[in-house]
């Protein structure tokens, strides 16, 4: 199999000292070494997202943690923010685990904004927000900071975030932001094989975890809290700990990047492929709020997407499609991870090149 530079939104890049973790000999899932194990994630993790706030870790995608969240965390009705398809998605699990809820669909290309927020919220109905901080089927990015000043409006409400492919490619202080459940999952700006999924617990979402009372097992948030809490860092069922190894080796990679250096890296990805774009085609995000980790680009020259990834997977590489009903009207570039600016100048000049670009 040859393997090509994936600049899709997920599984991203991932480090060949990365993979090599990934074989590290098995150890007892009830031992003190997986305590120990779990224990550097939490305190890395609690670092990369700036938060005191506990750590949850499941074996699945980010989708079981936002199922366990939005069913462990809504006592009354939630309500969904969506800018795409993985935002509307939020208000699926709600629904397919009897959960009220009501969904708020932005017109496409368009971020939640506060205001909107602000006029659910006032009405009282709703115990629960969910936002997708960065939605890769259109290339979006919340104003989280902004949205997290009407919230706090409301001390009742808990703020549950889909942070999956922004975390650890853009800065999510946690704590600041008031945010209660923030979810995100390996195979994103994190650059680990897809598998694991991690979330920030805030005390006042554990309160809301025992009013509500049990929800299921496996991606039942409060359950999972317990082991940490009685079984000392332990995970309620067997983990991935080959993913756990290779995540706490990732971890050390990135404080040796320095955390900061990493957001600064990203940021200077995405203003270059921001500027390539709208050069050559256009964005799909309104201007101000483009994604830090995958650009969405209109496709404004009808060219034909799957030669064109055809001929880049012949020089090694390979570029996503849109997403849902955008496939063919627009193709994503993500640049998150492990992929630096020589990456995107490696790429975007190979695309200019098949297309002839002028």
Known sequence: MEFKKLFIPGPTQVHPDVLAKMAT?????????????????????????????????????????????????????????????????????????????????????????????????????????????????????????????????????????????????????????GIDICITSSQKALALPPGLALCSVSPKAEERFTKVGNKGYYLDLKNIIKYIDKKDHQYSSTPSLSHMFALDFQLDRIEKEGIENRFIRHIEMAEFMYEWANTYFKTFAK??????????????????????NKELGNRGMQISNGYGDLKDKTFRIAHMGELN?????????????ILKLK
């Open 25 to 177: 000999p098995m150890i007892g899932h009830r031992s003190k070494d997986a305590s120990e194990l779990q224990k550097r994630i939490t305190q890395k993790m609690q670092n990369l997202m700036f938060t005191k706030n506990k750590i949850a870790l499941s074996t699945s995608s980010g989708t079981g943690l936002m199922e366990g969240a939005i069913r462990g965390a809504t006592a009354k009705r939630a309500i969904v923010f969506s800018v795409g398809d993985f935002g509307n998605r939020w208000a699926d699990l709600a629904k397919l685990n009897d959960v009220p809820v009501d969904l708020h669909v932005e017109e496409p290309g368009n971020p939640t904004m506060p205001k909107t927020v602000d006029d659910y919220l006032k009405t009282g109905k709703y115990d629960v927000v969910t936002i997708t901080h960065n939605e890769t089927s259109t290339g979006i990015m919340n104003p989280v900071e902004s949205i997290s000043e009407i919230i706090k409006k409301y001390p009742d409400v808990l703020w549950l975030v889909d942070c999956v492919s922004s975390l650890g490619g853009a800065k999510v202080e946690v704590d600041k932001l």
């Open 287 to 308: 201007p101000g709020f483009e994604s830090l980790t995958v650009t969405c680009i209109n496709n404004t020259r009808n060219f034909n997407f799957s030669e064109l």
């Open 341 to 353: 600016m020589a990456d995107m100048k490696e790429v975007t000049g190979a695309i200019e090149d």
